[in-house]
């Protein structure tokens, strides 16, 4: 499975942005979906994951900021995040997973900055 991210940037504190995964596989039958971030010194941390029956989990740092979708027809996944702070600066990475494995694309780099 091959992921794009796509729609980082550089954005003020308290602004929005959207990202946006595209996968070139369907991923209907993919039980678990989601986006993970990692700043620099830091591992890589869980942000949402959403599986195919609807169940989503948040980080409890993004929990009521962040929202994350997923359309199956278009093979994308989505993270709208709201209220942004500058901790949230970090590469964001979508994720696949297909067990055992993780699957990840290149990420897309989200600085939160005045």
């Known amino acids: 499975v091959q992921l794009q991210a796509s729609g980082g940037g550089l954005v003020q504190p308290g602004g929005s942005l959207r990202l946006s995964c595209a996968a070139s596989?369907?991923?209907?039958?993919?039980?678990?979906v989601g986006w993970y971030r990692q700043a620099p010194g830091k591992q890589r941390e869980l942000v949402a994951i959403?599986?195919?029956?609807?169940?989503?989990t948040y980080a409890d740092s993004v929990r009521g900021r962040f929202t994350i979708s997923r359309d199956n027809p278009n093979n994308t996944v989505d993270l709208q995040m709201n209220s942004l702070k500058p901790e949230d600066t970090a590469r964001y990475f979508c994720?696949?997973?297909?067990?055992?494995?993780?699957?990840w694309g290149k990420g897309t780099q989200v600085t939160v900055s005045s």
């Open positions: 959403i599986t195919n029956t609807g169940t989503i």
């Open positions: 596989r369907s991923i209907f039958s993919i039980n678990s």
């Open positions: 994720d696949v997973y297909i067990p055992p494995l993780h699957y």
